[in-house]
């Protein structure tokens, strides 16, 4: 019997999961370590934030997926892991010992450095498992803003989170509280939006933070928050009342204990084969791996490493020889714009609408819908 553990609820694992549920394997025992039984789906998340679907229908159910797979399902995350002795603790003092196994945590971010008591208010886009939590805290201030006050938010990171995110929380709060007058601001360290796409993509999304009152501003590198705004690399203030922080992906700390090979960044070296390097049977996807050459740290990556990983981690258990995973050369970004609209991106190819936006809601309802398929009677 060998004990494969899964640490980590993301988009991966959710393959890994489904992989098990439909060719069972009797001589694999599957445990699956989280910090709880729903993992948001990324693509959703615009939506939700924008108040087009709740945030049940932006979620994976994790808990009945491990019941599918007939895995073990521990809520509690890993806070050490040794990769010699092969176990993990977990935050609840459980230790977790395993023979395979596989990281799929996400990533987080640096949170910026606060030179003042009297701050925007700060909503950092990662971990994405706790967005909700801080969702819901900026929101409740909300209510409480007196009438006809003028609210001034900033995104900082000018990639398609950074602008997907200021787009879709702009629409919302202007829902909310329409006697406010809300401000939008967009930092980008770049000399361009969407680092990486084509000119027209790019455009398309300039032309959608026009069309709802957002100054971008390029080569402008956020590093703190201050009294009143955001602090820039150029030592001026942008006056802010709500930063969004979209920049600076790390891996998460506890990792740099755990004897596994990191980058500067804090995220895991893997081969081809998603294995981790230098750590036979240990693996990562998604966002806190790190693979040659680097991948951007988007959702459509993990979704695509899922069923290859699924396929490595049986052939590990088996003790069967690993495939190599090739990244794809490009990937489709659908962006929504928080209008009823999104940008559909691959390469130099962009296209906006309200069909794309349509298109785009379809896409992620049956992604979602794919892992959380009805129960039967």
């Known amino acids: 019997m060998q004990r494969l553990l899964l640490v980590g609820a993301g988009h991966a694992h959710a393959f890994v999961l489904e992989a098990f549920a439909k060719q069972p394997d009797p001589n694999i025992a599957l445990t699956l370590v989280s910090d709880a039984a729903t993992a948001a789906y990324s693509g959703s998340v615009p939506a939700w934030l924008a108040g087009e679907s709740t945030l049940e229908e932006a979620q994976i159910d994790i808990a009945a997926l491990c019941q599918r797979a007939n895995a073990r399902l521990i809520l509690s995350p890993a806070k050490a892991f040794n990769p010699e002795v092969r176990y993990a603790l977990l ?59 003028i609210q001034r938010v900033v995104g900082v990171g000018g990639g398609a989170a950074g602008c997907e995110t200021l787009l879709s929380v702009l629409v919302q709060l202007r829902k909310q509280r329409p006697d ?32 709802v009152g957002v100054r971008t501003h390029l080569n402008v590198r956020g590093q703190a928050l201050v009294n009143g705004g955001v602090l820039t690399h150029l030592s001026e203030v942008i006056p802010a009342d709500i930063v969004l922080w979209a920049t600076g992906a790390v891996g998460h700390a506890w990792l740099s204990d755990s004897a596994l090979p990191l980058n500067k960044s804090g995220f895991i070296p893997v081969e ?72 559909a991106s691959k390469g130099f190819f962009g296209v906006a609408g309200k069909w794309v936006w349509r298109w785009k809601k379809r896409i992620d309802a049956r992604f979602i819908e794919r892992f959380n398929p009805p129960f039967e009677n």
């Open 180 to 211: 406010i007058h809300w401000q939008g601001h967009l930092l980008s360290a770049s000399s361009t939006l969407l680092s990486g796409a084509g000119r027209l993509p790019r455009h398309l999304m300039q032309r959608a933070l026009r069309r």
């Open 272 to 343: 081809k084969t998603l294995e981790v390097s230098g750590k036979p049977a240990i693996f990562a996807a998604g966002d806190c791996a790190a693979f040659t050459p680097n991948l951007p740290k988007a959702g459509v990556y993990a979704v695509r490493m899922g069923p290859h990983l699924a396929d490595n981690l049986r052939r590990a258990c088996h003790h069967k020889p690993l495939v190599n995973w090739q990244p794809p050369k490009r990937v489709l970004a659908l962006i929504g714009t928080g209008d009823g609209r999104a940008i």
């Open 91 to 149: 935050a609840n003092g459980d230790r977790i010992d395993f023979d395979v196994a596989s990281f799929n945590i996400g990533s987080t971010l640096h949170p910026p450095p606060r030179h003042s008591e009297r701050l925007p208010h700060l909503l950092a886009m990662r971990p994405l498992s706790l967005l909700h939590q801080r969702w819901q805290a900026l929101q409740e201030q909300i209510h409480l803003l007196p009438n006809g006050s």
